[in-house]
Antibody, heavy 124, light 112 residues
């Protein structure tokens, strides 16, 4: 069974950093791209970024709203994806989800498995 | 960025009836490979989103055939036939034609 579990969320002050982890099991992690999404309280879904698999050079792309502040990485030996969040702002408050993409780079068949999410609250 | 516009934003349907949700994109979602990368997700209360439809009309594994997607270019529709209590939640369309991936605002489906 494919499982994704996010961790690392919590309350953090503006300007500080936080690292989220997405621990996975049940599939060949190295074969797939991984994406991050977020959902502010009571709001819709927002794409944050993705990291391709090694076969596709581990390409990483970000939404403009997080470019330069957030960074995505992966450890294929541990089947974990990370989202490093720096210079956090109050508007970054959201539930953060990681997803397994359907392919190694382009999500032809979508984002077929989502974690339960982890809440990040940025507040002083 | 591609703007995705869903209508209606809320929908109240009698059990057994059909629900229909529209999603319009500001740009064509037809890829150079000829496929159209439009997805539908359902987010039930307190849960993460789940994939329902990919490539406009292909149901993801385990999705009942009461759920169907259609459309082309910039106009897309999700239909849920014979609506049941388990169908309540917020439905989102999303594209993958370019970066950034963007979603519609969501359509909340309630049961009368």
């Amino acid at each position: 069974e494919v499982q994704l579990v996010e961790s690392g969320g919590g309350l953090v002050q503006p300007g500080r950093s936080l690292r989220l982890s997405c621990t996975t099991s049940g599939f060949a992690f190295g074969d797939y791209a991984m994406s991050w999404f977020r959902q502010a309280p009571g709001k819709g879904l927002e794409w944050v970024g993705f990291i391709a698999n090694k076969l596709h050079g581990g390409t990483i792309q970000y939404a403009a709203s997080v470019q330069g502040r957030f960074s995505i990485s992966r450890d294929d030996s541990k089947s974990i994806a990370y989202l490093q969040m720096n210079s956090l702002r109050t508007e970054d408050t959201a539930v953060y989800y990681c997803t397994k993409d359907s392919h190694g780079y382009f999500p032809e068949r979508g984002f077929d498995c989502w974690g339960q999410g982890t809440l990040v609250t940025v507040s002083s | 960025d591609v703007v995705m516009t869903q209508t209606p934003l809320s929908l109240s349907v009698t059990p057994g009836q059909t629900a229909s949700i529209s999603c319009k994109s500001s740009h064509s979602l037809v890829h150079t490979d000829g496929k159209t990368y439009l997805f539908w997700f359902l987010q039930k209360p307190g849960q993460p989103p789940k994939l329902l439809i990919y490539e406009t009309s292909t149901r993801f594994s385990g999705v009942p055939d009461r759920v169907s997607g259609s459309g082309s270019g910039t106009d897309f529709t999700l239909k849920i036939s014979r609506v049941e209590a388990e169908d309540v939640g917020v439905y989102y369309c999303m594209h993958a034609i370019q970066l950034p991936r963007t979603f519609g605002q969501g359509t909340k489906l309630e049961i009368k």
